[in-house]
Nanobody, 117 residues
Framework: QVQLVESGGGLVQAGGSLRLSCATS????????MGWSRQAPGKEREFVAD????????YYADSVKGRFTISRDNAKNTVYLQMNSLKPEDTAVYYC??????????WGQGTQVTVSS
């Protein structure tokens, strides 16, 4: 069982930055690939970014490429999402997830990010 707790969301003006964190429980964090997804009101949840278990490979949605950076600290069992040049369309609840092999991913409870114009 893996528990995920996101933090760092909030209200920011367009062009600003936020850093989300996702702290995980368990001693097998480094064996999981981690990721972030988001869900805006009235829309389906969408992929934002993924990072491999070692941190050597990262993947981004086209909409955030060049603005967001995903990273992880396996010693702290934590994954981060640095969000720069935020836009109003980035407003959403951001969810952290943990994946390993073909198993069902674990999800956090989400953290709200609101970008004002």
């Amino acid at each position: 069982q893996v528990q995920l707790v996101e933090s760092g969301g909030g209200l920011v003006q367009a062009g600003g930055s936020l850093r989300l964190s996702c702290a995980t429980s368990g001693r097998t964090f480094s064996s999981y690939s981690m990721g972030w997804s988001r869900q805006a009101p009235g829309k389906e949840r969408e992929f934002v970014a993924d990072i491999s278990w070692s941190g050597s490979r990262t993947y981004y949605a086209d909409s955030v490429k060049g603005r967001f950076t995903i990273s992880r600290d396996n010693a702290k069992n934590t994954v981060y999402l640095q969000m720069n040049s935020l836009k109003p369309e980035d407003t959403a609840v951001y969810y952290c997830n943990a994946k390993r092999g073909g198993s069902t991913p674990y999800w956090g409870q989400g953290t709200q990010v609101t970008v004002s114009s």
